[in-house]
């Protein structure tokens, strides 16, 4: 197994404590632009479903092309300061989950088909982030929590003569829910960054999520 790479956390801790003080007291009222993104983890498998169902219909023949197994999200959101140690946030999330293509040959025949499948679910939460006392310093450790709703859509990319009348794209919308661990870095008294770990949970599975988001502050 290919190690990861240290440097990402060393750089992180050598901005934490290197850096100069660059406080910024936090104002009830205070308003922030957030840019983040990042990769989800533990998310359920778009593949499994789909081979479970084709060898259900008596297909043996498969070949299962997931390309890039990185679940990577983008996202954006706006908080206001309702108190120094409380965060009011709202946020959207763009979480791409995959494209993947499947080869099948039905039993008897020597052509093979093929289509594809993209997912994507999309995130609106409103949630409130604690900042822990940390004292004149420019870490704020932050616990947050939130709900909202989450919107997954499944479109299929398949030539109508290889499947006729298959249904093209397919969505629903749930709740969503979080739990998250961050800290808030100031770099000067209106930047700063954000990293991030939060468990999200929708019907039916929970996932966890790594970002590093920015964040601007109005004041």
């Given amino acids: 197994m290919q190690r990861k790479s240290p440097q990402f956390g060393f750089w992180l801790l050598l901005l934490i404590f290197a850096a100069p003080d660059t406080y910024a007291e936090r ?95 999309y995130e609106f939460t409103v949630g409130t982030h604690f900042l822990l006392p940390a004292g004149q310093s420019m870490v704020f450790p932050y616990l947050g929590m939130g709900v909202g709703g989450s919107h997954f859509r499944l479109r299929a990319r398949a030539s109508p003569v290889t499947f006729p009348g298959a249904p093209t794209e397919a969505s629903s919308t749930d709740l969503a829910g979080y739990g998250s661990f961050g800290l808030r870095l100031d770099l000067s008294e209106r930047w700063g960054i954000r990293p991030e770990i939060r468990v999200v949970r929708i019907p039916d599975d929970t996932y966890y999520r790594a970002s590093l988001g920015v964040f601007f502050r109005f004041r």
């Fill in 27 to 121: 104002r009830a009222g205070d308003v922030e632009l957030i840019l983040f993104g990042g990769s989800n983890g533990n998310f359920f498998s778009i593949s499994d479903p789909v081979v479970s169902g084709l060898r259900l219909a008596g297909i043996r023949d498969i070949t299962v092309n997931e390309g890039t197994k990185v679940k990577w999200l983008a996202g954006t959101g706006v908080g206001a300061s309702l108190h120094k140690h409380v965060v009011l946030v709202g946020e959207f999330a763009f979480n791409h989950l995959g494209n993947s293509t499947y080869g099948v040959r039905a039993p008897g025949s020597t052509r093979q088909a093929e289509f594809g499948l993209e997912a994507r679910l």
